[in-house]
């Protein structure tokens, strides 16, 4: 469960993120849709823990995110420009990772195979195409089995089918009864994806609510 309870956050006179409140359940992929600049990576990063709210909170499993005991265990994350050094191969980054957040070494192979990057696990992450690195993200984030699945912009550089395997993978991740937060301004590939929807603007949640609502014009 995520819950974020009137969050703002302003950098100096600009209201980044302006009193947003929404939750992502359990057993639903729930879209956090808006387009460039509209907050969602700010709201993202104080959820991560990478930054501090100026008021309101931002809550992972009923804690903030540096209260976690063992936080990749709890959440897995996808976040625009972090991810190995392009000199790093994939699984020694995986196997760094595991080691690091005391997850089984066989989970290593586990989210290769899952991601369809077994074959490539031994090439320098240089060398890996937009959509390579995608799926290298991803299989971080789904290392430690986590309960909450938070990713942005998950099917930038994926083709048609590389959006159709992250649908399923979101889905399948979700009806284990996992939350799943999908942040895209791709609104049209992804909306399809989400059970629930929250599209924000100009920091400010402007629809709230599950797909069918919404689309039904809620
Ligand atoms: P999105 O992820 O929806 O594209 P962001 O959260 O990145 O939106 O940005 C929201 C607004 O906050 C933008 O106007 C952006 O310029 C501003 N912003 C984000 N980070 C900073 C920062 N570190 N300093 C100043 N302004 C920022
Ligand atoms: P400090 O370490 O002095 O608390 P921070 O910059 O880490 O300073 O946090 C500033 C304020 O924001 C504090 O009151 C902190 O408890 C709160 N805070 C930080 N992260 C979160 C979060 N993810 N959710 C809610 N409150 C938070």
């Not at 959440?75 to 000199?87: C, D, I, S």
């Not at 912009?153 to 009806?175: K, S």
Request: aromatic share 4%; hydrophobic share 40%.
């Amino acid at each position: 469960m995520i819950e974020v309870l009137g969050l703002s956050k302003h950098y100096g006179g600009r209201k980044a993120v302006d009193d947003v409140t929404f939750t992502a359940r359990p057993g639903r992929v729930t879209g956090f849709l808006g387009p460039n600049g509209a907050g969602k990576s700010t709201t993202l990063r104080v959820l991560l823990g990478l930054d501090a709210p100026t008021s309101g909170r931002a809550l992972v499993a009923g804690r903030r995110y540096r209260d976690l005991a063992q936080p990749l265990r709890t959440v897995g994350a996808l976040l625009e420009g972090a991810g190995p050094v392009p000199e790093r191969r994939a699984a020694d980054h995986l196997m760094w990772l595991a080691r690091s957040n005391r997850i089984p070494r066989r989970r290593v192979r586990e989210v290769l195979d899952l991601t369809g990057l077994a074959e490539a696990a031994r090439r320098r992450v240089k060398t890996y195409s937009l959509g390579m690195r995608q799926r290298l993200g991803i299989a971080a984030a789904l290392l430690g089995e986590p309960d909450v699945l938070i990713l942005d912009e998950p099917v930038n550089g994926l083709d048609p089918d590389g959006i159709r395997w992250v649908r399923d993978l979101l889905r399948d991740h979700a009806a284990s009864g996992r939350t799943v937060l999908l942040s895209s301004h791709f609104m049209a590939e992804t909306a399809g994806i989400a059970d629930d929807v929250v599209i924000v603007h100009r920091g400010r949640v402007v629809v709230r609510g599950s797909l069918a609502e919404v689309t039904a014009g809620h």
